[in-house]
């Protein structure tokens, strides 16, 4: 590593790329004393001035205090006045790590004086909720119906079943909905102790854990004369917390030893009040008889996925099958989402209204969303728990993660970037309503936006600069965020359309020469059975490499940024990429189960991020060791990543190319990665391509 690198970084203002260079190269210096070393510190307390950590320079500064040289000692002396002024101008309210408690935040009550108290919702919200709750039973009733008469039709000849016989599957499927309706608790306890064990405790177990959960507890009991909810904990570091039950007096609420590690007293009683607003609306209730026989498909899945680790043959069969009762469970869920995301509002004002605290139900969703990004890794099966209870919990996991990645670092204190802005692309992306459509629950920036208007009415002042943030939503460019979706959804569902154009054209054709070509030029419709498959074929393949040409834009167009500009961008997309190149240290990789090739966890001064690599011919495979071996390598060095990022569900880059920062001395040992992406997509794309043409040419009536 030269110090000429880390110059010409800092002089382009890539602080981030110079420190990684600056740090590796005194690092292993052989002498502290040497001009060249000197020159890196000064250099680096430049560097992390311009990152706005005068923090980190200020001991820097101090050490070149100590030194023999008046001029180095002035220089250091008038570093560090201008680096603590800048300290002393941070805002009070900049994060700094909580020792006790994970906070991320102000932990200032900012609530109302008295509780409870009455808030306002649109009436809309309340109509929508009880269409969802009517639609969801009609669609389960619909769905146990259909599966009855499916399975007594094939004894019929056409299908023909008699009258009786469908008013007998009609009353048993009634009757058997009934059973599990007041099963469903039972049978959720008996498959949630397969992922963790439960502990039931009571509310003098509660108290020194969260007097105020317990307060908020009993107020809600004696407003409704109901018997306290029964209370389960789990001892997992996962910050959790669910609720079921078909009766009020029968109801559960467990949460997790990690829900108290994150979280302040005030913001574990709001989340136990989300809990109880689930009982108040009786939300719970249609939502636990739902869950009953998703979690029976879920707790198959999951026993089958164990037995094909254990299996000697089989493996694969297993798996095949266990994927296909996941698939199941994951359908299911979707029928549920509708009705958690329509009763999300409710509860939340529900919680709002017995604390008199909307501020600390706003901190506890962005501290669970920090939780539970450190526990989750790309690449890797989600935790059965928390997989399972997605309808049942506080949020959703798998849209809570750009938002966690943000808070991971606010609570570090590593940028001087306002990152409450990763709200944005929540706030104002059509994308983020797409994504809404495929989550449980609504979006934090959606809720925060709801809960933030409840600090209005009571008078309260709101938390992380929402109002400042909602004037920036006003701001932005909302003809270039529509024209990018248009073009983004277009990309996506090119499959979709090329395949409904593969199976009208030969009905049109059909229709059209023997309608009107047939009489007027002699023309005939010769029937080909290959021409569908063939013409199917065809255009999958011109709309995979229709979607790979502008998926993964030109990488040579590529802008130098770091985690924190990406996340706060909010024109990003989860379609088409965005041309990035990132410095930073490779610090793990690992195979994926759900991606093809590899994930890598990238990390720069601000903090992490996962990389996918798609390996090359030959290179391909879990266990290849070549590829492991050059993975391994590239652990703890400093790298620049191209790539194309994509906000999805998780922020995630598409890999273009690793090059090593590290290659003085051997530099044959660490060479440039490179991702094949693009090489894959087009190569699948040409042999459908290619396939397709060959078929229709060979069952041409030409040959």
């Not at 059909?510 to 010769?526: D, G, T, V």
């Amino acid at each position: 590593m030269s110090l000429k690198a880390g110059k010409e970084a800092l002089l382009r203002k890539h602080y981030t790329e110079a420190i990684a260079i600056l740090r590796e190269y005194t690092k292993d210096h052989p002498d502290i004393t040497a001009k060249d070393y000197i020159q890196a510190q000064m250099l680096l307390v430049r560097a992390y001035q311009g990152v706005g950590r005068p923090d980190k320079a200020i001991p820097i500064c101090e050490g070149l205090m100590l030194t023999g040289d008046p001029q180095l000692q002035d220089w250091a002396r008038r570093s560090l006045i201008s680096l603590r002024q800048q300290l002393a101008a941070l805002p009070e309210d900049r994060i700094q790590p909580n020792e006790e408690v994970a906070s991320v935040a102000k932990t200032s009550a900012r609530r109302y004086k008295t509780k409870p108290v009455v808030l306002a919702l649109p009436p809309l919200n309340q109509w929508l909720f009880w269409l969802a709750m009517a639609g969801t039973v009609a669609l389960i009733l619909g769905i146990s119906l259909g599966i009855g008469l499916i399975a007594v039709a094939p004894f019929y000849v056409d299908w023909q079943i008699p009258t009786l016989l469908v008013y007998l599957v009609v009353a048993t499927v009634l009757v058997c909905n009934l059973i599990l309706f007041f099963m469903s608790p039972w049978l959720i306890d008996i498959t949630q102790k397969q992922y963790q064990r439960t502990q039931w405790i009571t509310l003098a177990d509660l108290e020194p854990r969260s007097p105020e959960a317990v307060e908020t507890i009993e107020q809600f009991c004696e407003q409704h004369r109901y018997i306290v909810p029964r209370l389960g904990w789990i001892d997992s570091p996962v910050p959790l917390a669910f609720s079921y039950g078909i009766l009020p007096n029968s109801a559960r609420i467990v949460v997790s030893r990690g829900l108290f590690e994150c979280l302040d007293d005030d913001e574990i009683a709001a989340v136990y009040g989300y809990h109880l607003g689930r009982i108040a609306t009786w939300s719970f209730t249609v939502i636990t008889y739902g869950s009953a026989p998703l979690q029976i498909l879920y707790f198959i899945y999951v026993s089958l996925m164990r037995a094909s680790f254990q299996a000697k043959t089989g493996n694969s069969l297993i798996r095949l099958v266990a994927n296909i009762f996941f698939v199941l469970y994951r359908l299911g869920d979707y029928c549920l989402c509708f009705l958690t995301r329509r009763s999300t509002p409710l509860c939340d004002r529900f919680a709002a209204e017995i604390t008199g605290n909307p501020n600390a139900l706003t901190r506890a969703l962005v501290k669970m969303s920090r939780g539970l990004w450190e526990q989750h890794q790309l690449g890797s099966p989600p935790n059965r728990l928390l997989d399972s209870t997605r309808v049942l919990g506080f949020l959703d996991y798998r849209t809570s993660t750009a938002v966690g990645m943000a808070w991971q670092i606010l609570h570090a204190g590593q940028s001087n970037q306002n990152l409450y802005e990763v709200m944005l692309w929540e706030l104002a992306s059509p994308w983020a309503g797409w994504m809404q459509v495929n989550s449980s629950h609504p979006l934090i920036a959606k809720r925060i936006a709801i809960l933030t208007g409840y600090t209005k009415q009571l008078g309260l002042e709101h938390e992380y600069e929402f109002r400042e943030l909602e004037k920036k939503v006003a701001k932005l460019d909302r003809k270039r965020l529509k024209r990018h979706f248009y073009r983004d959804f277009l990309i996506q569902i090119s499959p979709y359309l090329s395949l409904l154009i593969a199976f009208i054209f030969p009905i049109t054709a059909e229709w059209l020469i023997k309608n009107y070509l047939s009489q007027r030029f002699n023309m005939r419709w010769h029937p080909n059975f290959w021409l569908l498959p063939s013409l199917v074929l065809i255009a999958l393949g011109l709309s995979f490499m229709f979607q790979g040409s502008l998926r993964y834009p030109n990488f040579r167009r590529a802008i130098d940024t770091n985690l924190v500009g990406l996340l706060i961008n909010p024109y990003t997309s989860p379609i088409l990429g965005l041309p990035v190149r990132l410095p930073g240290e490779i610090t793990s990789y690992s195979s994926s189960e759900y991606l093809s090739g590899y994930t890598l966890k990238l990390e720069d001064q601000g903090g992490s991020i996962y990389v996918h690599y798609t390996p090359g011919y030959g290179e391909g495979g879990t266990n290849n060791s070549r590829t492991l071996q050059k993975l391994a390598q590239l652990l703890d060095q400093s790298v620049i990543v191209t790539g194309w990022y994509r906000r999805d569900f998780m922020p995630i880059i598409d890999l273009h190319s690793i090059q090593p920062l590290l290659t003085e001395g051997n530099p044959s040992k660490f060479k440039p990665i490179q991702g094949y992406h693009q090489f894959w997509n087009n190569v699948l794309s040409s042999a459908l391509l290619l396939g397709g043409l060959l078929i229709l040419l060979a069952s041409s009536p030409l040959f």
